[in-house]
């Protein structure tokens, strides 16, 4: 083991996934100016458990955390603002900093030595992180695009672009939801593929290799 990583405190989780958990509920459950402004608290509050392990920072990582909190009050702002425009940006924000979560959670993941069940709340957290992700691009598009996000003229709120989003992630395809616009298509594409190479490579590994080490 590197000693970096021999320094650091191991990695835990499963607060982390519970607090994913209760930010797909909040979401699901809420559809009002407030709603927006709890989840982007959420997204900044999963942002910093992603990172709270990680030791020593560099500089350039408390600058990337001030800007991070700094930049979430005027996500915060915008989400209530009644303003598409405001309200997108707020969303694109929560994609940008959801991406940057799962990609220090998965790379956490792969340099721990022993596959444990935090390995395994990681691998579940990156996974439902993926999905919140593509829900705030979904929604970005709902509010910045001219014409209508879903077919049919349904609705594009929290609630419903985040139902797309997991349904999509998981290949369920029900149907009763579908992306109107090209680019719109084209995300929800490589949300169902990436659901599909996250389960059948990193979570499906980590759960066969359970208790062993590994290099």
Known sequence: MATDERARPPARYGLLLVTLIAAYLVAA?????????????????????????TRPWPWPAWLA???????????GAGATSGS????????IWNGLLLLA?????????????QVTAQSIYG?????????????????????LASAPFFTGGQPANAETVQYFSFTTLTTLGYG?????GSLGRALAVLDA??????????????VSAYGTSRR
Do not use: C, N
């Open 65 to 75: 955390a001030g800007a991070a909190l700094a930049t979430a009050v005027a996500a």
């Open 123 to 143: 691998a579940l957290s990156a996974y439902l992180l993926i999905g919140l992700m593509f829900a705030s691009w979904f929604g970005a598009i709902g509010f």
């Open 193 to 206: 593929i990436a659901g599909q190479v996250f389960l059948a490579t990193l979570v499906a590994r980590l």
């Open 84 to 91: 598409k425009p405001a309200e997108g940006a707020a969303d």
């Open 29 to 53: 459950v809420t559809d009002t100016r407030s709603g927006g402004a709890i989840h982007v608290a959420f997204v900044a509050a999963i942002g910093l458990l992603a990172v709270r392990h």
């Open 101 to 113: 979560t799962v990609v220090i959670i998965v790379g956490r993941v792969l340099r721990l030595e």
């Open 176 to 180: 009763d939801f579908t992306a109107g």
